[in-house]
């Protein structure tokens, strides 16, 4: 015997309570038939229902993101019908929808946690009725995150380019960016204490108003590594064979792990002192990570890297010392490259050692300054092309806070384009799996 779910029971009686009366006949009053009846798919959806809801993509769920419970329709219908039945793929029994006299709709809440990644079916009927008068499809599947960040490579940057962060956030309500600011911030004696007040002001407000992050984003300025008590070398350079005396383009493994530790030690203490707090994400300058700054990293209590860089983009620069270490650092890392935990051995991953305790955020989206839209979009779209995601999946791409000519009013407009291109498939709206989320919210998941 199959149980009927004691909803539908309840509005089927309605329904038959509802119904007009029938004179009795020799055997008397006609039985009540309450199991429901599953109709044929309709040959095209019939335009006297007005149909609204229905889903594109419903979240699977995952370490940060709760799974999409249900989703709630309404439906108008032509006058005096009332009790109609929607039906999920292939279930055998209906979710009744309940019928509003004020407004002559109904509603339903379709439940979807429990089903599978995949498309799925939902068809409308009339109760009782042979045929459906609808039929749609939605996708249920994981999360597409992207993780925008910022790459302070200077000092200092333009009012205008500050402005330009409360534009984007003000245009695309939903965004997140992780600021990755420069500890040379603070030890540049060219920037006034009275700038650096306004930074650091200007900043805890991009957290506290939109719930931005604030990381760190190291090149190896000489005056921030002095004012550490590390002596500043000046090669290699990522650009100038001859060295670079204010050790901006210097490759970050010129150092030692316990040299990084001294340094890390350091921006930790200015994060603290100026009220950012302990900065937990990371990018190194120019991408130039290797190991043993991943190491150091872990000992001084950061959760998640993203200098895996997608240098194929970065064709700009081939030729150049920048160019060949992260083609050579980074030979593996592409368009739809996803995070993993790099070992004790290797930031790259597949190393054979323990676990170094640092997730990878790989760079697949580089930034704005090595990007047309089409190439981003692009990028976008082998990551998640309409269908179901089977897995979280995530798109990292950033760009470069500077003053002019470093940051140009272009870039903010392919900015601004991308995020309006990615605005179309928010999960909060139901038409996709997109989630925009800070960095360090990358370690829930992954």
């Known amino acids: 015997m199959r149980f009927r779910s004691s909803s539908y029971l309840l509005l089927t009686a309605l329904s038959l309570l ?27 959806n019939d335009p006297a229902f007005t149909v609204t809801g229905i889903p594109r993509y419903v979240l699977a769920g ?21 009790f109609l039945d929607a039906w999920i793929d292939g279930a055998a029994e209906p979710v009744p929808l309940v019928f509003n006299a004020d407004d002559n709709e109904s509603q339903g809440e379709i439940p979807t946690l429990e089903l599978p990644v995949g498309t799925h079916g939902l068809m409308l009927s009339v109760r009782g009725s042979k045929e459906a008068f609808f039929r749609a499809e939605f996708v249920k599947g994981h999360a597409l995150y992207m993780v925008i960040s ?21 245009a695309h309500p939903e965004l997140k960016i992780t600021h990755l600011l420069g500890p040379y911030t603070f030890t540049d004696p060219a920037v006034s204490q009275q700038r650096r007040d306004h930074i650091v002001s200007w900043a805890q407000g991009m957290r506290d108003t939109y719930g931005d992050e604030i990381g760190l984003h190291i090149h190896p300025y000489c005056n921030f590594i002095e004012a550490a008590g590390v002596a500043c070398k000046t090669s290699p350079s990522v650009s100038d064979p001859a060295g670079d005396p204010t050790g901006y383009t210097v490759r970050l493994g010129a150092y030692s792990r316990e040299e990084w530790k001294t340094l890390f030690g350091k921006a930790n203490e200015i994060w603290n002192q100026v009220g950012f707090g302990k900065p937990t994400s990371f990018r190194a300058g120019a991408w130039t990570l290797e190991t043993h700054v991943a190491q150091a990293l872990v ?61 990878e955020v790989p760079d697949n989206g580089c930034m704005v300054d090595y990007w047309a839209v089409e190439e981003i979009k692009n990028i976008f779209d082998a990551n998640w092309s309409g269908g179901a995601l089977s897995a979280p999946t995530q798109v990292s791409t950033g760009f470069h806070p ?12 392919r900015l601004d384009e991308l995020f309006t291109y990615t605005d179309q498939f928010l999960a909060s709206k139901f038409e996709g799996p997109v989630i925009y989320i800070n960095m360090t919210d990358a370690t829930k998941i992954w």
């Open 299 to 359: 000992d001084t209590g950061f959760l998640v890297d993203s200098s895996a860089n997608n240098w194929k983009l970065m064709d700009e620069w081939f030729g150049y010392d920048i160019y060949e270490f992260n083609k050579t650092q980074w030979a593996t890392i592409g368009d739809t490259s996803q995070p993993y935990r790099p070992t004790e051995d290797s930031i790259v991953a597949g190393g054979k050692g323990p676990a170094l305790g640092l997730l």
């Open 62 to 82: 995952d370490g940060l993101t709760n799974p999409t419970k249900a989703f709630t329709i309404q439906v108008a219908a032509p006058k005096d019908v009332v």
């Open 150 to 170: 910022t790459d302070w490579d200077f000092s200092d940057v333009d009012d205008r380019v500050l402005d330009h962060h409360t534009e984007l956030h003000t």
């Open 402 to 413: 500077a003053t002019t000519p470093y940051y140009s009013p272009a870039e903010f407009e």
């Open 18 to 44: 509802a119904a007009p009366a029938c004179g009795p006949d020799e055997g008397g009053e006609p039985p009540l038939v309450i199991d429901p009846v599953r109709p044929n798919p309709p040959a095209e």
